[in-house]
């Protein structure tokens, strides 16, 4: 089992940074393949990063690439989403997920909200003048 916890949100103007933080319980973080997933409104969840266990792979949703940085630290079960250049379009509710640990996934499978199993109740990002 493991919980998800989310913060960092807020307010921000176009064209400004935000960094997202994901603190994981539990004592295998290692194993997890961690993602951020946001939801707009009006609009389907969307995958944004992810992240792959082990090797740090990370994986992109092409808009986004570029702007959007994931990262973990795994010494601190803590998993990252650099946001620049935020855009009004970045408004949602992101969220962090994570595999069941059991499969080492890779490639395709991480852009799937499927292949998470782990939720955090997420944090608003409002990019507004």
């Known amino acids: 089992q493991v919980q998800l916890v989310e913060s960092g949100g807020g307010l921000v103007k176009p064209g400004e940074s935000l960094r997202l933080s994901c603190a994981a319980s539990?004592?295998?973080?290692?194993?997890?393949?961690m993602a951020w997933f946001r939801q707009g409104p009006g609009n389907e969840r969307e995958f944004v990063a992810a992240?792959?266990?082990?090797?740090?792979?990370?994986y992109y949703a092409d808009s986004l690439r570029g702007r959007f940085t994931i990262s973990r630290d795994n010494a601190k079960n803590t998993v990252y989403l650099q946001m620049s250049s935020l855009k009004p379009e970045d408004t949602a509710v992101y969220y962090c997920?994570?595999?069941?640990?059991?499969?080492?996934?890779?490639?395709?499978?991480?852009?799937?909200?499927?292949?998470?199993?782990?939720w955090g109740q997420g944090t608003q990002v409002t990019v507004s003048s």
């Open positions: 539990g004592r295998t973080f290692r194993s997890y393949a």
């Open positions: 997920a994570a595999d069941r640990g059991t499969t080492d996934y890779g490639g395709p499978y991480l852009y799937q909200s499927s292949t998470y199993y782990y």
């Open positions: 992240i792959k266990r082990n090797e740090g792979n990370t």
